[in-house]
C-alpha cells in the first residue's frame, strides 16, 4: 500500500463528465489499497470568468479581495468531486487551503507556503477516506485567503507530498509524460519514461509547459518523486519520473529540445567601455520590473563595447523606449533591436561527461543554414538564438541530430 497525492488540472477537470472521470480513476487506487489525496484546480476558464467579474467590478487591483475571489474557483472542484466519489461508494471528504491550514506568507497573488497541518489528512486517510484539496490556495497568520499564483495547483501537491513524505505525486494532465520536444512541431518526438529535476527545471525554464518551474524546484528541494500522467481516456500510460539521477537511468547525453517563441533582443552599440556600463544599461531595465535572459558583451579596439541582452516580447518596447534614453545618457552611437527571434535548447546531465556536443548543435544548425545569433550555455544546457522563421527547422535538425527518437539503451 502506498500514499499518493494527485494533482488533477483546469482540463482534467473541465466539465461534470471529466469530474466524473477523475473520480473513477481514483478509485480504482483507492480499491488496490493505496491511501489518496487529491488536488484540484478550478473548472478550465472559471479563474479567468472570475477575472473578468472582478475588473467588472473594479477596474482597479484588490489583492486581498481579488484573492477572496479566485479561490471559490477550486472550492466548487473540490466539492464536485467529493461528491462523484461519493456517489460510486468511496468515501471523500473535501478540503479548501484555509480548512487543511495550509498556512502561507501574506503576499497576495503569489503567496509562498510555510507550513502544513497534516493532521485532518491523516485522520481521514485513516479512515479510508480520499481527501479531496483545493490547490492554489492557502491561508496567512491572519486568516486572510491567499493564491499562490500561476502554478499554484502543482506547488499544492508536491508541497503535500512533501508534508505527507507520500511514495509519490502524480501530476495529470492533457499530455502523457514529457517528451523530448514538442510533438507538435516533430511528430517523432518520444516520451521519456524517467528525466532528472535538474534537466526538468531547465525544460520548464525555457518554454516546456507541462510543469511549473515552481512546484518542480520544491519537488527537487523535498525529493519528491513526480510523476506526469495523462487524465483523459485512451492516453493511459507509465507517464515520466521525474527524480534524481540514478544508476539505471537512460544513458543519454540530450535528454530534450526546449524553445520560447516570446524573446526579443535588443543591443546598445558604442558604449564607453568603464567600470559599471554593465549596470548604467541593465539598471533602468531592472527597475521597470523588466526580466533580462540571455547577454553577451563585445568590446572594441575603439575603447567601447557593444552590449546585446534579450528580453520577454511584452516587454520589448517599453525596454527599447529605456535603452534609448540610456543610450543617450551614457553617449552610445546606437541603439538596436528585434523582436522576431526564438530561442532553442538543448538539455541534458549527459553534458557533463561528454565532449563535443555544442560542435554537434552548431554543425546541426549550420547544415540547414540558421545563423546563430546568441549562445549561452550551463552545465547541462545549451541555448542559441535564431531568427524565428527559423524555429521549427531548428529543432527538428536538432531532434534528429541526437536521435532523440530512438530511446537510448538503459544500464544493467
Do not use: W
Amino acid at each position: 500500500m502506498a500514499l499518493i497525492v494527485q494533482k488533477y488540472g483546469g482540463t482534467s477537470v473541465g466539465s461534470v463528465e471529466r469530474i466524473q472521470n477523475v473520480a473513477r480513476k481514483v478509485k480504482l487506487f483507492r480499491d488496490r489499497g493505496d491511501d489518496v489525496v487529491v488536488v484540484v484546480s478550478a473548472m478550465s476558464g472559471e479563474t479567468n470568468r472570475l477575472l473578468d467579474l472582478a475588473r467588472g467590478v473594479n477596474p482597479e487591483h484588490c489583492a486581498r479581495e481579488t484573492d477572496v475571489l479566485l479561490a471559490t474557483g477550486e472550492q466548487v472542484t473540490i466539492a464536485l468531486l467529493a461528491m462523484a466519489l461519493k456517489a460510486i461508494g468511496c468515501d471523500a471528504r473535501s478540503y479548501t487551503g484555509s480548512q487543511v491550514h495550509i498556512l502561507t506568507d501574506s503576499a497576495h497573488s503569489k503567496a509562498r507556503i510555510l507550513e502544513i497541518d497534516q493532521n485532518k489528512m491523516r485522520d481521514d486517510l485513516a479512515q479510508g477516506r480520499v481527501v479531496v484539496v483545493a490547490g492554489f490556495q492557502g491561508a496567512d497568520e491572519h486568516g486572510n485567503i491567499t493564491t499562490l499564483g500561476r502554478g499554484g495547483s502543482d506547488t499544492t501537491a508536491v508541497a503535500l507530498a512533501a508534508a505527507l513524505k507520500a511514495d509519490e505525486c502524480q501530476i495529470y494532465t492533457d499530455v502523457d509524460g514529457v517528451y523530448t520536444t514538442d510533438p507538435r512541431v516533430v511528430a517523432e518526438a518520444r516520451r521519456l519514461d524517467r528525466i532528472t529535476f535538474e534537466e526538468m527545471l531547465e525544460m520548464a525554464s525555457l518554454g516546456s509547459k507541462v510543469l511549473q518551474i515552481r512546484s518542480v524546484e520544491f519537488a527537487g528541494k523535498f525529493n519528491v518523486p513526480l510523476r506526469v500522467l495523462s487524465s483523459f481516456e485512451g492516453k493511459e500510460g507509465p507517464g515520466t519520473l521525474i527524480t534524481y539521477e540514478e544508476d539505471g537511468m537512460e544513458e543519454a547525453l540530450i535528454s530534450g529540445i526546449a524553445f520560447n517563441r516570446d524573446e526579443a533582443k535588443l543591443t546598445i552599440q558604442g558604449v564607453p567601455d568603464q567600470p559599471g556600463v554593465a549596470y548604467r544599461i541593465l539598471g533602468p531595465i531592472g527597475e521597470a520590473d523588466i526580466e533580462v535572459d540571455m547577454i553577451v558583451q563585445n568590446v572594441g579596439a575603439d575603447g567601447t563595447t557593444d552590449f546585446t541582452f534579450t528580453v520577454h516580447r511584452n516587454d520589448y518596447e517599453k525596454a527599447l523606449k529605456l535603452l534609448r534614453q540610456t543610450a543617450t545618457d551614457v553617449g552610445a552611437r546606437e541603439v538596436a533591436g528585434d523582436n522576431k527571434i526564438v530561442k532553442i535548447s538543448i538539455v541534458g546531465v549527459g553534458m557533463r561527461s561528454h565532449a563535443g556536443i555544442a560542435s554537434t548543435m552548431f554543425q546541426a544548425l549550420a547544415k540547414e543554414g540558421i545563423n546563430i545569433r546568441m549562445i549561452s550555455t550551463s552545465e547541462i544546457k545549451i541555448s542559441v538564438v535564431v531568427d524565428e522563421k527559423y524555429l521549427e527547422l531548428g529543432v527538428r535538425a536538432l531532434h534528429t541530430a541526437f536521435e532523440l527518437d530512438q530511446a537510448p539503451a538503459t544500464n544493467a
